[in-house]
């Protein structure tokens, strides 16, 4: 089975209360430009209403030729987020990640992840869909299996 390395922020000392973990399929850590099933890193975010900060990288270490691996390596990686973004992303895939409460969310074109977090963080403020509202709260109840 494939891994995935995790290089995570200890102790993010700027996230306090209610905040989610989301994940942006990025080759350069600055636009989402990658298709879910072939991104090799996914930069991670800590995002709340008032804050956020880069939380860390997951780095897929190496990709299984079966593609219903392919996509269960990626979801395991991934099952701290809330969300992720992506360029692209298959049906099978944005499926299995819904049933384990992640929502995929397709970007566009090259979107810079400073850009979308503003626009997360005022849609928070603002009001947002019961969706995401769920999204928020998704570290308080565990996932179903």
Known sequence: ?????RLMLVGNPTMKGLFMKVAF??????CVDEHFGQAERFCVWDISTATAAFSGLIQ??????????RIESRCAAL??????YVAQ??????????AKRIHPIKSKDNEKIESIVEKLQQVLRDNPPPWLRKAMLKAERPAVV
Do not use: F, H, K, Y
């Open 60 to 69: 897929l270490q190496q990709t299984p030729a079966d593609e219903a691996d």
């Open 79 to 84: 099952q701290d987020c809330a969300l992720v």
């Open 89 to 98: 992303i298959g049906g099978p895939a944005a499926a299995r990640l819904v």
């Open 25 to 30: 399929a990025s080759s350069d850590n600055q």
């Open 1 to 5: 089975m494939p891994r995935a390395r």
